[in-house]
């Protein structure tokens, strides 16, 4: 590798900083020796983590929705044959038991089943039609599954593709690892974890609380993150896609737009005293979504229908088209209330 190549290399890898506050991306450090499944072996300690924070997914009434942001850590390890991700994050007491009535604590991590430049990430609440996920589910009675969705009521069981993964709670702490082989058992909803092509795979996370009586959608969930593999060679063009930039916009300009233009007779979201249901509540739309997706949302909001009836007309059993009607203002009215969006988190 060249002098000039090495510099820049750097650079972008300094850029590509492990997640933490206004972070979007998280290192893979490689490893010769397979990494430990264990989550209280002590290599884990010795790597600094990412610190990602996951917001309680907007249910639908009367479901409700946990309260309170969770900041995981997150660190990862990857070897010649397998990846490992270790999540880190509090929780004072644990609940390890599933019955009736009764819900264990669990982790999970998402993946898009096809990335790469020039693809849209899939929506994050379990994919969209046409932009499937992958999906690894932990559970502190011990189950582990592999997943996959492509769109809200489409989660289906996967046949196992080697996914493992192993809780330790200790100290008010929940250690979780999962580990699954780069190369998986051949399957179309997997997820492809090619370092030598890509550099960067996008990532998100998500955590229940059992004693809550949190599952299923009740939870609480990251954005989306890209996994960076250190030793890889990164696609640049992929990478700035993902990196998350500053909005050209003027955020109180866009919050006093969301009243003008309607947003607030349909959107709950602080500083709207009217809270109201017939969209979406955005409470923390800006930590969940990126500038890029809230644009799109706000343009074309029936590209990707958010699950629940009440937000789409229904046709057949079927969501045909989102309530909101096409944005109609200027692009820096657009710019505007995406800014506004992004500060709520």
Not at 81 to 93: C, G, I, M, S, V
Not at 327 to 339: K, T
């Amino acid at each position: 590798m060249s002098a000039l190549k090495r510099i820049r290399r750097l650079v972008l890898l300094a850029a590509l900083a492990p997640a933490s506050a206004g972070a979007d991306f998280i290192a893979a450090h490689h490893v010769v020796a397979e990494p430990p499944l264990d989550p209280l072996d002590a290599a884990w300690a010795k790597l600094a983590p990412g610190s990602v924070a996951l917001y309680p997914q907007v249910g639908v009434a009367p479901a409700g929705r946990p309260s309170g942001v969770l900041t995981v850590k997150v660190r990862a390890f990857y070897g010649a044959e397998t990846l490992a991700l270790h999540l880190e994050w509090r929780d004072p007491k644990p609940v390890q038991n599933r019955a009736i009535g009764e819900f264990a604590d669990g982790a999970a991590v998402q993946w898009p089943v096809h990335y790469g430049s020039g693809k849209a990430l899939p929506y994050l609440g379990m994919g969209h039609a046409g932009s499937p996920v992958a999906i690894w589910l932990w559970r502190a009675d011990g189950s582990v599954e592999t997943l996959a969705a492509e769109g809200f009521g489409t989660l289906t069981a996967q046949a196992g593709d080697g996914v493992k993964a192993q809780g330790a709670w200790k100290d008010g702490v929940w250690r979780v690892v999962f580990t699954r082989p780069m190369i998986a058992a051949p399957g179309d909803l997997r997820v492809p974890l090619e370092p030598a092509a890509q550099g960067v795979v996008p990532v998100a996370f998500a955590v229940w609380n059992g004693e809550a009586q949190e599952r299923d959608g009740l939870k609480r969930l990251s954005g989306w993150h890209a996994l960076r593999f250190e030793e890889a060679k990164i696609d640049d063009a992929y990478a700035k896609e993902l990196a998350e930039t500053a909005v050209a916009g003027d955020a109180k300009a866009g919050q006093r737009l969301m009243a003008e233009k309607g947003c607030a007779g349909c959107h709950a979201f602080p500083g709207n005293p009217a809270r109201p249901s017939v969209g979406p509540d955005l409470t923390y739309a800006g930590g969940i979504h990126s500038a890029q997706y809230l644009r799109e949302s706000i343009r074309e909001p029936s590209r990707v229908v958010v699950p629940g009836k009440r937000y789409a007309n229904v046709q057949d059993g079927k969501r045909t088209a989102s309530l909101m009607p096409p944005f109609a203002g200027s692009d820096q009215e657009l710019r505007d209330i995406v800014a506004f969006l992004k500060t709520l988190r």
